[in-house]
């Protein structure tokens, strides 16, 4: 929360720093985002939306006259942002967010690489060492389906037209549900804001090429090992050519771009 006499600054809300706590020590020992979200749920524990709305106000629309169950209905993303956000451990941290475009008001996150981070700018409620232990946690971590089963791409499929992670989903029919992967930047800004198209593969088509793919090359590598290697190393070595020259082609255009930009700055000066 903001700090009681000191403007800008933020202090220890001993209303809640204790649910964040808690959130801590349950991810320190293993729990993932599901399963912290179901527990907060099940035990009551009222969200930060439902405290912003209790204290300052916020967020009545939600609120007011909502269900009781609304106070204490956790999601995985409100989860899965408290346990990577560094104000807990007293940093301050910016830019994470961006407009789509002048015009589209609607609100995106940018990469981490873009955020301003100032460290230690007030007191921490979660060390260091833990935080980092559950940065550890959650980028090692395969997530399970609900089913109990591992999802075994989790983390490895990317889009080739876009470089976003490519989003697992599942689709309810008559025969129980379809398991499938799409572009999560086409998932989450769609047509016009994204730039890309859905990329849509089903999990067992998938997993199919994938398996067969292994198959072909265990039974490859039982019969010439060497071979097979300087193989998957030339066309290692010829993706990693091929997204070379895609980037350069992006520079190329991000520097054209630039050079046109400047030029429009030059004239409104002179217009001016
Ligand atoms: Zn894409």
Redo the contacts with the bound molecule.
Sequence with gaps: MRHPEEHNKLAIDPDTSWIIEKIFDFAAHGAGAGKITRTLTSEKIPTPGYFNYKKYGLFSKFYDNAPAEKSYTWTISTVRGILSDETYIGNSVHGKQTNVSYKNKKSIRKPESEWFKVENTHEPIISKDIFEQVQDQITNRRRSTKSGTMQIFAGLLK?S??G?SMSYCGKKNRNGSTMYFN?S??RQLGKAGGQ?TA?YIRYDTLYTYVLARLQDWISQAHTDEKQLLSKLLNSSDKEAAKAHKKQSAELAKAEKRKVEVDRLFVKLYEDV
């Design positions: 889009c037209d876009c976003w572009c930047k086409f890309c990329h």
